[in-house]
């Protein structure tokens, strides 16, 4: 139930991407398209304002965007693995927040949430004279609305990074980029 609804908050689709190459060329052509990780330095060695990064193996694929000089700690992040289906190749995976950050942040949210409602309702039950603990008890929503307007202002500010990445994984697996639509879908 979590999952769930940490996907509907981080907007967490799934994707897949059906390979016009075999497996071993799959790796190859996404790992060159894909810089290696430099400790957020790769936009400035590259001498571009954003670089999509990332690690390419066939169990795992992690990609992600770079900019110069801004961490974004809820950017999009496409987490895949390569499975071969009868001959077939095909790039299974979704995008998600930054290393699971996103479950902790909205956790801590929750918890702060949950312990300002129970500490504000306990001392109502032991006398509900004060008003301003009635609106307490109110209150108590407020960090989570907070940190899911922060999750949310986090990942629009990272919106075209999707749009970096599937390109980048559209360019690298398929011939023409004008199959890309057929070849590429949301599940």
């Known amino acids: 139930m979590l ?8 907007a967490n689709e799934p994707l897949a991407f059906e390979s016009d190459f075999g497996l071993d060329e799959s790796l190859r052509r996404l790992t060159a398209q894909i810089k290696p990780p430099l400790l957020e330095f790769r936009p400035l060695i590259s001498v571009r304002a954003t670089v999509v990064v990332g690690k390419v193996a066939e169990e795992h694929v992690s990609l992600w965007c770079e900019r110069l000089l801004v961490r974004n700690g809820f950017r999009p992040v496409f987490l895949g693995r390569f499975q071969t289906f009868d001959k077939r190749v095909i790039l299974i995976g979704k995008m998600v927040g930054m290393n699971g950050l996103v ?3 909205v956790g801590a949210g929750l918890a702060m949430s949950l312990f300002f409602t129970t500490a504000t309702l306990l001392e109502l039950m032991k006398g509900p004279g004060d008003p301003a603990l009635w609106l307490m008890s109110f209150a108590g929503v407020l ?9 949310r202002l986090g990942r ?3 919106s075209g990074d999707e749009d970096w990445i599937l390109t980048a994984i559209r360019s690298a697996l398929l011939k023409s980029t004008r199959t890309s639509d057929a070849r590429s879908r949301r599940l």
């Open 156 to 158: 629009w500010l990272s």
């Open 3 to 10: 999952r769930s609804f940490i996907d509907f908050v981080c």
């Open 143 to 151: 960090p989570v609305v907070f940190v899911l307007g922060m999750v």
């Open 103 to 105: 479950h902790l942040v």
